[in-house]
């Protein structure tokens, strides 16, 4: 069964450094995803990816973060200067089509992200 | 703001027991509803998603129901099992391309 795939499954990195997370989403799925789920708490949206363009994004994803699909299979997250609150867990996500009547996102593993 | 609570949020049961889980948003205008699983550092598996013109679905031993009116959904767990202890997440459909809004979600233990 298709799945999505991420990588790296854990990404220790130093404050200040950049990190790009790699996703690999379900090969006919058109709509994308990254969400964030730091500790205990609940999983936040981040933004969402269509047609090679940002199409929403959360307060959260400020100028710190761009997302990008660079060929025809993946789909990666970069944070270009990672502060010790970046430190969570990161998930992709796809979707098939966007209609009202059928909307299921399928996720990731995700990635653990912690900032030292 | 489109805020989903969910309650309680943890449960301990023993194995066996019919179980319901609860979700509660607070804008009705929702698309659809979705369920997930969450196993300890794991990520999210998709149980079931229920449409905004259903009122339920069911699969296995899960039964999920919406009542867009009252704002709420649950989670009927059937002849809880030892291996359905997770963290039971709720999220709905918001945003014009579908970005979810979760729930921060039930801890179930089903003792053997």
């Known amino acids: 069964e298709p799945e999505v795939t991420q990588t790296p499954s854990h990404q220790v990195t130093q404050m200040g450094q950049e990190v790009i997370l790699r996703c690999v989403p379900i090969s006919n799925h058109l709509y994308f995803y990254w969400y964030r789920q730091i500790l205990g708490q609940k999983v936040e949206f981040l933004v969402s990816f269509y047609n090679n363009e940002i199409s929403e994004k959360s307060e959260i994803f400020d100028d710190q973060f761009s997302v990008e699909r660079p060929d025809g299979s993946n789909f990666t997250l970069k944070i270009r200067s990672t502060k010790l609150e970046d430190s969570a867990m990161y998930f992709c996500?796809?979707?098939?089509?966007?209609?009202?009547?059928?909307?299921?996102?399928?996720f990731g593993p995700g990635t653990r992200l912690t900032v030292l | 703001k489109q805020e989903v609570t969910q309650i309680p949020a943890a449960l301990s049961v023993p194995e066996g027991e019919n179980l319901v889980l609860n979700c509660s948003f607070t804008d009705s205008a929702i698309y659809n509803l979705q369920w997930f699983r969450q196993d300890p550092g794991k990520g999210l598996t998709s149980l079931l998603l229920?449409?905004?013109?259903?009122r339920e679905q069911t699969s296995g031993r899960l039964n999920a129901s919406l009542d867009k009116s009252s704002g709420r959904s649950t989670l009927y767990i059937a002849a809880s099992q030892p291996g359905d202890s997770a963290t039971y997440l709720c999220a709905v459909y918001g945003g014009s391309q579908g970005n979810l809004i979760f729930g921060k979600g039930t801890k179930l233990s089903v003792k053997p």
């Open positions: 229920i449409q905004s013109s259903q």
């Open positions: 996500a796809s979707k098939e089509v966007n209609t009202v009547t059928y909307n299921e996102q399928f």
